[in-house]
């Protein structure tokens, strides 16, 4: 199912991968699937994968895409992507410090 394009096959696919459950862990196929469901505008890949690029698994650290990708889905109302990002406004990760986004 997620080689046929599901997303939600692919995310759940992904974690396995990414915590080697039934699979030998693979973060790079992790991000890999991951981001093939969030290109469908998946709001669960979008965040996951946005933790990937923020702590630097399976893919170089990418702060500003981790945002970016946290964005995507929070505007979407992603209850976990919202949090997510207001944490890096109220940090400063990623983004400019901004304490009023942040309660945004």
């Known amino acids: 199912a997620a080689e046929q394009g599901l997303a939600d096959a692919q995310v759940a696919y992904a974690m396995c991968n990414s915590h080697g459950k039934g699979v030998a862990r693979d ?12 290109e469908q505008g998946y709001t669960p890949a979008q965040c996951n994968l946005a933790l990937c690029y923020a702590r630097g698994t399976g893919v170089a650290p990418d702060l500003a895409e981790a945002v970016r990708l ?15 990002l207001a ?3 109220e940090r400063g990760r990623g983004v400019a410090r901004d304490l009023a986004e942040a309660v945004r």
């Open 27 to 38: 973060d790079a196929e992790a991000v890999r699937l991951y981001t093939l469901a969030a």
């Open 70 to 84: 946290f964005t995507l889905a929070a505007e979407q109302g992603y209850a976990q992507a919202q949090c997510t």
């Open 87 to 89: 944490e890096s406004y």
